[in-house]
């Protein structure tokens, strides 16, 4: 604004200089030769960059040999406050009565779950069984309908199914607003 | 130097192998090199039968998914299907936050961990697929969520640590 200013009063019969590096009075835009560095020799530069190339490449090969490691499973490992505590629970003595009922317990549970088990096999074989039988009599009907049943279906995977729920949701529930922040660690190598 | 460069053993005499006894030292076990961790390969499959499939489950509930597991393991084994690989992958942590009703502030609710394991077989028949796929469904517990898909290198590669330093340094070179 002290140039405004100036401007201002003085007469006006000199172009005025902006600034003073500008040191034609004819044209805008020519300025002093700057006194920065001299050019730098490209020889110089060349080597320099080649250098850092080198190290840089260097600096790789030494990264991609290194193996990359799986993350490890928070699961399998237990936290140290439950190794480090020497606490040690003493229960009491059990009863006969109380010894048969478990045994005479577990020998129920081992037959259903062999119940089961075995329900299980004879539904798949017998799935197994009605599938090779109706594949059997298509191949009697038609080739052609055979060989397109046999092939892979691409559109099964991917296959998706959420587990059945423990009860149906509510109607016209309401819930409350909220986020959900994601807090797992992340591991770089 | 003369005993050194004798090699006749003299095989019928009694003194054969006089100077051994390597073999009564114990067995040396040989040294653990530490694996790398490698891709397998991933198998298309044929026509006929699907290649590589992840089936992952996934909960928030640790020994339910682990025992669903453990169990869709033991049924491939007994089905004769090739399982090449059953592990689990990194545990997520969920931090979930919910505005209170009289308020504006968010309060913590809840710290929920999603666990998942993966099992992968190879050679399934298309005639089997559908009936496998029932099985599992019927005894599918509650709160699993089951995937079933086939296994790309993209899975493997989430399992590993990311290296930012390399990533760095290759955005740099190219």
């Known amino acids: ?189 | 130097d003369a005993l050194l460069g004798c090699h006749r053993s003299y095989r019928s005499r009694p003194t054969h192998g006089i100077g051994k006894f390597k073999y009564l030292l114990p067995k040396e076990v040989p040294k653990k090199r530490k694996e790398k961790v490698q891709m397998k390969e991933i198998s298309a499959g044929t026509e006929y039968q699907y290649g590589d499939i992840n089936i992952q489950m996934t909960s928030y509930d640790l020994c339910l998914v682990e025992h669903f597991a453990q169990y869709v393991h033991r049924l491939c084994n007994r089905l004769s299907i090739q399982v090449t690989e059953s592990y689990a992958m990194p545990t997520k942590t969920n931090e979930v936050l919910y505005l209170e009703e009289r308020g504006s502030k968010m309060q913590l609710d809840a710290v929920l961990t999603t666990h998942q394991r993966v099992v992968q077989i190879r050679g399934l028949s298309s005639t089997f697929a559908p009936i496998l796929l029932e099985v599992i469904q019927s005894s599918q517990p509650e709160g699993v969520h089951l995937l079933m898909k086939q296994h790309t290198e993209a899975d493997f590669k989430s399992r590993l640590k990311s290296r930012p330093e390399l990533e760095e340094l290759l955005a740099e070179m190219s």
Request: charged share 35%; glycine share 2%.
């Open chain 1, 1 to 189: 604004c002290y140039f405004s200013s100036c401007s201002s009063w003085l007469p006006q019969r000199l172009p005025l200089r902006g600034s003073h590096w500008q040191s034609s009075l004819l044209e805008f835009r020519t300025s002093l030769p700057v006194r920065a560095q001299p050019k730098k020799k490209k020889k110089v530069d060349v080597k320099k960059e080649q250098a850092q190339k080198e190290r840089m490449k260097k600096k790789l090969k030494k990264l991609e040999k290194a193996a990359p490691e799986l993350i490890p499973i928070e699961d399998f490992i237990t936290p140290l406050k439950y190794s480090e505590s020497n606490r040690v629970r003493s229960l009491p003595p059990l009863s006969p009565e109380e010894s048969e009922r478990r045994v005479l317990l577990l020998k129920k549970w081992c037959l259903f779950k062999q119940k089961q088990d075995e329900a299980e096999k004879k539904a798949i074989k017998t799935l197994v069984e009605c599938q090779q039988e109706a594949l059997k009599e298509l191949r009697l009907e038609s080739e052609e309908l055979y060989q397109a049943a046999i092939r892979r279906d691409e559109g099964l995977f991917p296959f998706q199914r959420e587990g059945p729920t423990h009860t149906p949701p509510l109607p016209g529930y309401d819930p409350p607003e909220g986020k959900c922040t994601d807090i797992t660690k992340v591991y770089t190598q």
